[in-house]
């Protein structure tokens, strides 16, 4: 494995679904603009409740990517 650089940004992704769909939402568009994301870390979990059921998931998230040479 060689050595790599990072870097890191904060992306809060959301969904009316799931946790686990805001997090492949949010990677998924990033992806589209960012490229080699490596790795993904949650810094925040909420939701929405309405009539106490959860409505809405909002997951905030740090990813990384490799920068270029």
């Known amino acids: 494995m060689s050595d790599h650089v990072y870097k890191s940004v904060e992306l809060t992704g959301s969904s009316k679904t799931s946790s686990d769909d805001a997090i492949r939402l949010a990677i998924e568009r990033a992806s589209k603009t960012i490229r080699d994301i490596r790795w ?25 990517f490799t920068l270029e040479e």
């Open 40 to 64: 993904f870390q949650v810094t925040d979990m909420r939701g929405h409740v309405e009539d106490g059921k959860v409505a809405h998931w909002q997951v905030t998230l740090r990813i990384g």
